[in-house]
Structures are given as structure tokens and as C-alpha cells.
């Protein structure tokens, strides 16, 4: 499964048993979609998640040498709400040095018993800026120039010349051909 198919270090997050609680943070890391381990028997489920480290402001002053990085372990509802700030957001996944921010926003009971209540939550996402991806290391290499597509010999220069850029193509393309259009 690829981390677009899916929708998703530091410090995991604790959410409280009541909401609401929000994280924002600037995407350092986005781990391949794996599976979720029982909390009972510690072995792999058919669920899957996607770990995704953040930067944040966010400190434990109980903690020492807490430097704010925390990892939402996105799952259940949550994938939901990220996916759905993705799509806001016109992108198909979590890019780092993209901003992701989410809130707990409500508790439902389980629908079965010996369940836990379900936590729902909301997301935004920003993708990274163009400097924000070049400090991280991800920004997209610009595309390469179009090869110059050869100009057939049966064919003038000035005709040539006359031609646009897919017209070009269109031509040499036919000519090139070794078998007739017809």
C-alpha cells in the first residue's frame, strides 16, 4: 500500500479521554502506510497506519530535554480527517515540511461491548512552501526541457519554422513511421 493509496521519532501523542485537544505541527517525516498492533496481544492486525512526525511548539515540562517532536500514529477516524484536509488541500499526501494540524474534537460510545468509545477528530493541511520544501530536502527538481523533436528531411525549413511545438511533433511523428497512415 503507498502512502497516496492510504488516504497518512519523537514523543507519541496522548489524547485525553475528553476532547478537545489540538496538535499543530510542521511535517518532519511520513512513515509507509503498517499494520496496527493489538493493544492486548502486541501482534500485527488487518488495520492499517500511517506514523507521521511533526515539529511542534508543544513541550512536557516534565520532560527534561523535550524537544517537541511528537508522531501521530494515524488511524480510525483520524485517517478520515486527514484524508479529508488533504483533498482541501488539493494534495493526495502528506508532504514534510507541510503543515498538518489536528483536533480531537468528540467522543461517541462503541457500538459494541468491550469496545472502547470511537475519538473523532478534525484536520487542516497546508502543503510546504517552496522554501520550507527546499529546507527539508524535498523540493521537486524542476522538469526537464522537452527534446527538440528532429525536423524530417522531406520537410522545408521554412515550413518548419512556420510550425508550432505539437504540430512539430504530430509531423515527425507520422514521417517517422515506418508503416503507411492509411
Known sequence: MTLGGF???GKG???PD?????ITGTITAVHAPEPVNDPKTGQPTDR????????TTERDPEQQFDDGARTLYVKSYMRGAVGD???RAGAKEPAIGGTLTVTFVRTEPADRPGLSPSKHFEAVYAPPSKGVAEHFGTASPPAPAAPAVAKPAAISDVAWAAMDDATRATVS???AAT???F
Open 7 to 9: 488516504f497518512g521519532g
Open 13 to 15: 501523542i496522548t489524547w
Open 18 to 22: 475528553q476532547p478537545p485537544k489540538t
Open 48 to 55: 492499517m497506519q500511517v506514523r507521521i512526525e511533526l515539529e
Open 85 to 87: 484536509a488533504l483533498r
Open 173 to 175: 511523428a507520422t514521417m
Open 179 to 181: 508503416a503507411p497512415p
